[in-house]
């Protein structure tokens, strides 16, 4: 771990001891020390980009007020907070921290701890594998079913190539199944904000149209993108590319051939808008809410049809929201959909982290 040394302006400016430093840095927790009036003097750089501080002033009152807590009773206090991502969305840091006094004049120690987000991931795993299990259980069902019609016809080289063609349909499903599972998977499991890369908007859209073009060509659907952005974002570029790349995926298969999908990229505040828009079947108002959960499908009839997985989208909400932004869906029934994903530009001057 790295520290990054923040001294204090005079007549506060004091030397934090050698090995104090090291044993902190030895620490699985992130630390933030302070100075009376809250100045921090040290700082991991872990802690820098959870957001505590702004302008070098902590952000959460709730941390603030324990801190108040521990210099009046000089006993060590615990606590949660949670902190937003991003400035928009509903992506959230839950840390849980330690307050606790560190000398006599007055310098304060916070660890702070991201176990409540091994809890969360832990949870969202067990509830995944359950909903897992049954989504496999239909193509495994019907291969097992499938591989029982070729050997019983297997005087009949007609029906053999028939059920064999099928079994190479449902053996594809299973396949794109398992890939979207180890896909939402990775992306609930990583943090792409702390590994962050700068990544260019227009780099994610044009790569995230190359991987559609089969199949909107397939369904004679043109795909536009006229404008061009020099807007960059912190994150995972894969994961960014795969976001954008389901939006696509699905305006196509949403939509009947010979309509037209368009992209756009618009700068609004700070935050970077791609949003997808199709001439498609739409969804209705109810189940607009319900098209993020994990393997929920409006029509799962259709969805088998197109290949999907019901995953999409739910991959996408989660790329969304590790990456401290979100999506929205505007969508009329038989005129189409637009899906926005917003994420916050990365302005390397404003950026105190880097
Ligand atoms: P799937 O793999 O089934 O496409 P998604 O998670 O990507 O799963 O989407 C969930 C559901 O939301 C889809 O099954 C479909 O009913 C609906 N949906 C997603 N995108 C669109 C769209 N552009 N137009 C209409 N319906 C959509």
């Not at 560190?102 to 594998?129: G, M, N, Y």
């Not at 536009?224 to 995972?236: I, K, N, P």
Request: charged letters at 25%; proline letters at 4%.
């Amino acid at each position: 771990m790295r520290f990054l040394r923040r001294d204090l302006d005079e007549p506060d400016s004091r030397i934090l001891p050698q090995m104090l430093i090291e044993t902190l840095s030895m620490l699985e927790e992130d630390c933030l020390i302070l100075a009376p009036g809250e100045v921090p003097i040290f700082i991991t750089p872990g802690a820098e980009s959870l957001g505590i501080l702004k302008d070098a002033k902590i952000q959460s009152s709730e941390l603030l007020a324990t801190i108040r807590v521990v210099r009046r009773t000089h006993n060590q206090q615990v606590g949660k907070i949670e902190i937003p991502r991003g400035p928009i969305g509903e992506g959230k840091h839950e840390l849980t921290f330690k307050v606790m006094p560190l000398t006599k004049d007055d310098l304060v120690l916070v660890l702070i701890s991201d176990e409540s987000e091994a809890q969360r991931v832990h949870d969202v795993r067990r509830d995944f594998v359950a909903n897992i299990s049954h989504e496999l259980k239909t193509p495994i069902g019907a291969l097992s079913l499938l591989s029982e019609a070729v050997l019983g016809s297997k005087d009949d080289p007609e029906s053999v190539v028939k059920f064999a063609t099928r079994m190479q349909s449902e053996a594809k499903r299973l396949t794109d199944l398992v890939q979207e599972i180890i896909n939402l998977s990775r992306v609930q499991d990583s943090d792409p904000l702390q590994l962050a890369q700068e990544v260019s908007v227009e780099y994610i859209i044009r790569e995230a149209i190359d991987q559609c073009q089969i199949s909107a060509d397939n369904r004679n659907i043109a795909v536009t993108y006229s404008e061009s952005t020099d807007a960059r974002v912190l994150g995972d570029r894969d994961q960014l590319i795969m976001a954008v790349h389901n939006l696509i995926e699905n305006a196509i298969n949403y939509s009947p051939e010979n309509t037209k999908v368009s992209i756009t990229a618009s700068v609004d505040v700070g935050i970077i808008d791609i949003s997808v828009t199709d001439q498609g079947i739409g969804i209705s108002e109810s189940e607009q809410d319900r098209i993020f959960e994990r393997f929920y499908r409006v029509d799962p009839a259709r969805s088998r049809q197109t290949g999907g997985t019901g995953l999409g989208l739910s991959i996408v909400k989660h790329v969304a929201a590790k990456h401290g932004g979100e999506v929205k869906v505007w969508s009329i029934e038989n005129i189409g959909s637009t899906f926005s994903l917003r994420l916050p530009i990365y302005e390397p001057s404003t950026e105190s982290s880097k």
